[in-house]
């Protein structure tokens, strides 16, 4: 009965602090870049009935029932070996510590049902059994999100400043502080590849574009520029001897590491799979 107050507390004082008062003013506009092997189209997000005012943009506010929903997920996705949980990554834990890790990941649509997901992460992740851990992707869930659109996430595990920042596109986000973790001053373990979960018994979806992997780049979803950092300015590209393989369902889900390809896609990895009956 306490825990359960106790938790009803932490997620009220959340909410005050995710749902903020909505800003009317924009002071800078984001970057937009482009190379000279890529072309854009311009794309317009917009409310079919009710229109925000000039200088908004719409925001989904998040509920209690989000929060609960979230923590369940998180919380459940995170465990390896749980029922119905199933990976393919390649893992480099080669140097003694890492300070962190980069890469470029394709996006898939895939198909699942309400009661699975399916992602893509990359990560660091420190302690016994993983016990502090940061991943960054993009994950099908509509368990979590009611809609069975692609989303970008992040998630951590919570038991000088020594903090995580998280950098998107070359443009620093926001940081991690470490007063979060238990042990993660630095990490011993990073990661990129994929995870499926499941109801218990019940069939796995696709993980990444539902394609083994193949080395070609627009069939199977993958990873490109890979590297890791093992102090705060030297970024490493992992070579063969570095990493190691984990697929604990090869037959439905299956991750490749090839090195290095070339320079358009540098140090590469791929992964993914149809998923199906794959035991739990």
């Known amino acids: 009965m ?15 602090l995710i749902n903020k008062a909505p800003v009317k003013t924009i002071y800078k506009y984001p970057s937009f870049r482009t190379s000279k ?22 925001i989904k506010r998040t509920t209690k029932d989000d929060l609960i929903r979230g923590k369940s997920y998180f919380n459940n996705g995170l465990i390896d070996h749980m029922h119905g949980n199933h990976y393919a990554e390649v893992i480099s ?8 890790v980069h890469g470029t990941s394709s996006i898939y649509n895939v198909s699942v049902t309400n009661d699975q997901s399916s992602c893509s992460v990359m990560y660091v992740r420190n302690g016994p059994d993983s016990t502090n851990y940061i991943g ?9 999100y009611n809609d069975y659109a692609p989303h970008v ?30 042990d993660l001053n630095y990490a011993g373990e ?17 993980m990444g574009s539902g394609v083994f992997p193949d080395n070609v780049y627009n069939h199977a979803s993958y990873f490109t520029h890979v590297s890791f950092q093992i102090n705060s300015t030297e970024r490493l590209e992992p070579e063969t001897y570095t990493v190691k393989t984990f697929n604990d369902k090869p037959d439905c889900f299956f991750a490749e ?8 896609f540098r140090y590469s990895l791929q992964f993914g799979g149809p998923g199906g009956n794959c035991g739990d």
């Open 2 to 16: 306490q825990s359960t107050l106790m938790e009803d507390l932490e997620i009220e004082k959340e909410l005050k």
């Open 37 to 58: 092997k890529t072309s854009s189209t311009k794309a317009i997000l917009g409310i079919q009935k009710d229109e925000c005012p000039i200088g908004t943009v719409p």
């Open 93 to 100: 834990g080669y140097f003694p510590y890492y300070n962190g």
């Open 136 to 144: 960054m992707g993009w994950h099908v869930a509509p368990e979590l």
């Open 153 to 182: 996430y992040i998630v951590w595990t919570d038991l000088e400043t020594k903090n995580w920042w998280l950098n998107m596109q070359d443009e620093m986000l926001g940081y991690f502080p470490a007063s979060l973790f238990s």
């Open 190 to 206: 990073v990661g990129w590849g994929g995870r499926t979960s499941t109801s218990l018994s019940s069939p796995s979806p696709p």
């Open 257 to 264: 590491y090839y090195g290095f390809l070339d320079e358009e």
